[in-house]
Structure formats: structure tokens, C-alpha cells
């Protein structure tokens, strides 16, 4: 059980296009997903907090108008990296957790390349 | 101060020896932490979760958790080649969110 699905699970987009991926639980409610972000040869850098139904929280330095995340059911979260940059280019992992639970699963993550 | 410390190796050992894994942390409020391991191109997967000082064991991999001296530690007996990836110490803080340290590179040498 607590599988994670993503989708897409590699993109390649034109800079200045909007990409948005899709994190899903698929045999379990999750109550609050997380999103990061990871540069090569980098650690899991924490982007945002999402909880079912609510306004995701977002780490400093990470431009909520730019990463748009919306947490509209208990299984599904999604990203949308707007107008993006060959800066944004980037593996995008999420996670999900269930309410009073400690751990968390994660997402096979998305290769975002911005040409 | 980085919040979740670890030693980036390489760390090399041979097949069959113990590969030692470190982490210090900052927050002294954290009660709970993860060893994540993570193979290149591929998200992380979950191996020890810890959250009483001591030693926890789980076939070949025991985690350490040292509140005190705010470390935490991996150990691998019998380390394989197909244990080569990258470790990724992890916490979660006071907010209830989890974060990680750098990782460190392991390679196990046959």
C-alpha cells in the first residue's frame, strides 16, 4: 500500500510555457502533500506545503505565484510552474502523508527541462 | 547553520564490510528522523524511521538516534553493490515539516 503516482514523469516545455504536474495517493487519503524541488547532485530542497482544502504554505524563497499548487482532494495535488525558465528546470518530487502519521510517501518525481 | 548536516563522501567500502552513516541536526525540538535512500534518477525511498535514543534494527541496516548530541547514524552490515546510492538524512521539524540533509554517496566495491 501508500503508493504515490506522478504525472508526468518527464516534460520538456519552451521557456515562457506553463507545466503543471500531477501528484496522486492512490490507495490512500492524504491530508497534507509536500512538493520539492532537487538540483542535480543536490539535496531534496522543500518547496510547499499543501493541506486538502486549504492555501498551500510556501517555503521562504519560493515564489507562490510562480508555483502554483492547488490541493483540491485527498488524493490529488498538483503543481503548475508558470511562465517557466531554463532556471526551473529541475527533478519535482512530492510526497504525501496522512494525518497523525509520521511518515511520509513519495512520488517517482518529474524531470522538468525548460528549453 | 545548516539545519540537517551530513557528510557528503564519497564513502567507498568493500562488499561484505560495514558502510557508516552520519548526521547531526540543529533543532533540538525534532522527535522524529528518517534515513532515506536514493539511487540516481529516482525519488527517495524510505529504509529506518527513529524516534527514541537508542538503536533500532532492521535486517542488515540499525539506525542510531543520540537526541542529546543531536546525531543520528546509519549502520550497513554486509554492505552490497546494489547498496551504492545516496543516503539522505531527514527530519521532522517543530512546523511538521520534513526536511533533509545533503545526503552522502555510498559506494560498495565488490
Known amino acids: 500500500g501508500a503508493v504515490v503516482s506522478q504525472h508526468p514523469s518527464r516534460v520538456i516545455c519552451k521557456s515562457g510555457t506553463s507545466v503543471k504536474i500531477e501528484c496522486r495517493s492512490l490507495?490512500?487519503?492524504?491530508?497534507?502533500m509536500f512538493w520539492y524541488r532537487q538540483f542535480p547532485k543536490k539535496s531534496l530542497m522543500l518547496m510547499a506545503t499543501?493541506?486538502?482544502?486549504?492555501?498551500?504554505?510556501?517555503e521562504q524563497g519560493v515564489e507562490k505565484d510562480k508555483f502554483l499548487i492547488n490541493h483540491a482532494s485527498l488524493t490529488l495535488s498538483t503543481l503548475t510552474v508558470t511562465s517557466a525558465h531554463p532556471e526551473d528546470s529541475s527533478f519535482y518530487i512530492c510526497?504525501?502523508?496522512?494525518?497523525?502519521?509520521?511518515?511520509?510517501?513519495f512520488g517517482p518525481g518529474t524531470r522538468l527541462t525548460v528549453l | 547553520q545548516k539545519e540537517v548536516e551530513q557528510n557528503s563522501g564519497p564513502l567507498s567500502v568493500p562488499e561484505g564490510a560495514i558502510a557508516s552513516l552520519n548526521c547531526t541536526y540543529s533543532d533540538r525540538v525534532s522527535q522524529s528522523f528518517f534515513w532515506y535512500r536514493q539511487y540516481s534518477g529516482k525519488s527517495p525511498e524510505l529504509i529506518m524511521s527513529i524516534y527514541s535514543n537508542g538503536d533500532k534494527e532492521d535486517g542488515r541496516f540499525t539506525a542510531q538516534l543520540n537526541k542529546a548530541s543531536q546525531y543520528v547514524s546509519l549502520l550497513i552490515r554486509d554492505s552490497q553493490p546494489s547498496d551504492s546510492a545516496t543516503y539522505l538524512c531527514a527530519l521532522k521539524t517543530s512546523y511538521d515539516k520534513v526536511i533533509f540533509g545533503p545526503g552522502t554517496s555510498l559506494s560498495v566495491i565488490p
Open positions: 499543501s493541506n486538502e482544502g486549504s492555501k498551500a504554505t510556501y
Open positions: 490507495d490512500f487519503q492524504a491530508t497534507t
Open positions: 510526497s504525501a502523508r496522512v494525518l497523525g502519521d509520521n511518515e511520509q510517501f
